[in-house]
C-alpha cells in the first residue's frame, strides 16, 4: 500500500472514530440532564472544564509533535532514534501528568471555594484530577503509533475510551444521585478517569503487538546519536505552540463556570439558583448546538486539503468554487437546526431533558449554531492557503470577546442567563465575520450571497410552519413531545423540498456532503 493509501485509509479510520465519539459525547449528556437535573449539570460543567483545559495546555500538542518526529526519523530509518522519543516521552508525561494531577486534587478545594464559589464542586473536581495521568500517557502512545501510520490504535482506543466514560459516567451518577447532586456530580466526572484507563490499556495492548511485529520482523535499529534529552526538548518545542492553540477554547469555558454563576449571584441569584441556570446554558443547550458541529467539522476538515489543492494549481476559479461550496454546504445544516432549535427550544428542552426552562438560554444560543458554523469553514478556508495563524489570531480575540461579554450581559438582570447565551453569539460573529473578510482579501473569493440569500428565505419559510404546526397539533390535544417530533419531521420534509424547487440541492451535492461526513 502506497503512501497516499495509507493516508486515506488513516483518514477515513480517525474520521470514523472522531464522529462515533462525539455522537456518543453529545447523546449521554441527554440522560445525565434528565437525572441530575440543571443544579447538578452545573456542578459537572464547573468541574469538566478544569480538567480539559489542564489537559489541553499539557498534551494538546503531544501526538501531534511525536507523530512529525517519530514519522522524520523512521523515514531517515533512525528507528532506534523513533523508541527513544517514545521512551523520553513516556517518562516526562508520567512526570507531568503525575505533578498535574496531584496539584489540581490538591487545589480542588481552593478552586471550589474561592474561584467557584460553589463549595459543592469540590468532588467533582478532585473526581476528574487523576484523568489527566491517563490521559497524558494515551496522548504519547497515539502520536507513536500516528508516526508510523497506523491509526487504528488511536481509532479503537478513541472509540472505547468514549464508550466506557459515557457508561461509567451515568451508572456512577445513578448508584450516588441518592447520596447527593454533588456526589453524583463527582460520579460522572470519575467517568472520565475509567475511560482512560480503558484507552491506556487498550493502547498498550496494540503496544505489546506492536513490538512483537517488530521483534517477528527482525528490525535493525538505528540512532543518529541525539541524547534522549535533546529528544525530548525537541517534542516539547513543537507540542507547546499546538497546546497553547487548543487552549483557548477550554480556557474560555472554564472562566464561563466562574463568570457565569458568579454574575447570576451578583443580581441576586442564591448559588443553587445561579449553579442550575449555568448547568441549563452549559449542559443542555450547549450540547443542543454541538450536534450540528459535527457535520459541519466533518466538511471543514475536507475542505482544508481541497482549498490547498487549488491553491497549488493555481486555479482561482477552482479556489473559489470549493470556498463557497463549503460555506454554502454549512450553511445548507446550520441555518435549519439554529432556526429549530430557535422556534422549538422549550419544547425540545422538555422532550429531551424534562426542562422545559433550559429552553431560555437555548432560544439566543441557537444562532450560535450559525456563526459557529461560519467561523470553523472560514478558519478551514485560511488553514487551507497556508495562514493558519490568522485563524488562531481571531479564535483569541473571540475567546476574549466571549468573556467580555458574558460578564457584561449575565450581570443585567432582565437578560440573566440569556445574557451568556447572547455573548456566545456576538463573539462568534465578530470572529467568523473576521475570518471572511480576512479570507476575502487574501483569496480575492467572490461569496454567492445570491444562493446564500434563497437558503436563508427557504429556512424562514420552513420555520414559520414549523412553529405553527406545533401549535396546531399542541391546539388540538395532541401531546407536546409527539407535537415536537411531527412539526420536526414536517420541517425537514419542507426544507428539503424547497431546497430542490430554489435548486440549491441536488442528488450530486447530497452525494457529496455524505461523502463529507464520512
Given amino acids: 500500500m502506497d503512501s497516499r493509501q495509507n493516508f486515506l485509509k488513516g483518514a477515513v479510520i480517525l474520521s ?26 452545573g456542578l459537572y460543567q464547573m468541574a469538566y472544564p478544569i480538567y480539559t483545559t489542564i489537559l489541553s495546555l499539557a498534551t494538546a500538542g503531544v501526538p501531534v509533535a511525536i507523530s512529525v518526529l517519530v514519522s522524520r526519523k523512521e523515514t531517515q530509518g533512525l528507528t532506534g532514534d523513533s523508541r527513544k522519543i517514545f521512551r523520553a516521552s513516556l517518562v516526562m508525561l508520567f512526570i ?24 459543592r464542586a469540590y468532588y467533582p473536581i478532585l473526581a476528574v484530577a487523576p484523568a489527566i495521568f491517563f490521559a497524558g500517557l494515551m496522548s504519547v502512545f497515539r502520536g507513536y503509533f500516528q508516526g508510523h501510520q497506523t491509526m487504528i490504535p488511536t481509532a479503537v482506543s478513541q472509540v ?8 461509567a459516567v451515568l451508572i456512577l451518577a445513578v448508584v450516588l444521585f441518592p447520596r447527593g447532586l454533588e456526589f453524583a456530580a463527582a460520579g460522572a466526572t470519575f ?8 484507552g491506556l490499556t487498550v493502547l498498550f495492548i496494540y503496544y505489546l503487538r506492536f513490538r512483537r511485529e517488530q521483534a517477528r ?15 525530548a526538548r525537541d517534542v516539547v518545542r513543537l507540542a507547546v505552540p499546538v497546546s497553547f492553540g487548543a487552549v483557548v477554547l477550554p480556557l474560555v469555558q472554564m472562566l464561563d463556570a466562574i463568570i457565569v454563576p458568579g454574575r447570576l449571584m451578583a443580581i441576586n441569584y442564591t448559588t443553587s439558583q445561579a449553579t442550575a441556570l449555568y448547568g441549563q446554558l452549559s449542559g443542555m443547550a450547549a450540547v443542543l448546538i454541538s450536534l450540528p458541529t459535527i457535520f459541519t467539522i466533518a466538511i471543514s476538515t475536507s475542505l482544508v ?32 437546526c439554529a432556526a429549530g432549535l430557535f422556534i422549538l427550544a422549550f419544547p425540545i428542552c422538555d422532550l429531551l431533558y424534562a426542562a422545559p426552562e433550559a429552553g431560555i438560554p437555548l432560544e439566543p444560543l441557537a444562532f450560535s449554531c450559525i456563526t459557529l458554523a461560519a467561523f470553523q469553514l472560514s478558519s478551514a478556508g485560511l488553514q487551507g492557503i497556508g495562514r493558519p495563524e490568522i485563524a488562531m489570531r481571531h479564535l483569541i480575540i473571540t475567546g476574549i470577546l466571549k468573556v467580555i461579554f458574558n460578564y457584561t450581559l449575565t450581570a443585567i438582570p432582565v437578560l440573566n442567563i440569556r445574557g451568556a447565551a ?49 401549535q396546531y397539533l399542541v391546539g388540538i390535544d395532541i401531546h407536546s413531545h409527539i407535537a415536537t417530533l411531527i412539526a420536526i419531521t414536517l420541517g425537514v420534509g419542507i426544507y428539503g423540498a424547497l431546497l430542490f424547487i430554489a435548486k440549491e440541492l441536488d442528488m450530486n451535492m447530497l452525494k457529496n456532503i455524505v461523502k463529507d461526513v464520512k
Fill in 217 to 231: 520482523q527482525k528490525i535493525n535499529l538505528q540512532y543518529s546519536g541525539t541524547s534522549s534529552w535533546e529528544l
Fill in 96 to 119: 507531568f501528568g503525575i505533578v498535574l494531577s496531584l496539584a489540581v486534587m490538591q487545589a480542588a478545594r481552593f478552586i471550589a471555594n474561592n474561584i467557584l464559589h460553589e463549595p
Fill in 16 to 41: 470514523v472514530a472522531g464522529a462515533i465519539s462525539k455522537v456518543l459525547g453529545a447523546l449521554y449528556r441527554i440522560p445525565l440532564a434528565r437525572l441530575i437535573g440543571g443544579e447538578g449539570m
Fill in 191 to 198: 467517568g472520565a478517569v475509567i475511560g482512560g484507563v480503558i
Fill in 422 to 470: 447572547i455573548g456566545t453569539v456576538l463573539a462568534f460573529t465578530v470572529g467568523s465575520l473576521l475570518n471572511i473578510i480576512y479570507l476575502r482579501r487574501l483569496t480575492r473569493v467572490e461569496y454567492e450571497g445570491g444562493r446564500l440569500l434563497k437558503i436563508t428565505l427557504v429556512t424562514i419559510i420552513m420555520a414559520i410552519a414549523v412553529k405553527y404546526s406545533y
Fill in 305 to 336: 486539503p481541497a482549498v490547498s489543492e487549488a491553491l497549488a494549481k493555481n486555479d482561482r476559479g477552482l479556489l473559489n468554487s470549493r470556498l463557497n461550496y463549503g460555506l454554502r454546504a454549512g450553511m445548507i445544516i446550520s441555518l435549519p
Fill in 160 to 167: 472505547l475510551e468514549q464508550l466506557f466514560r459515557v457508561t
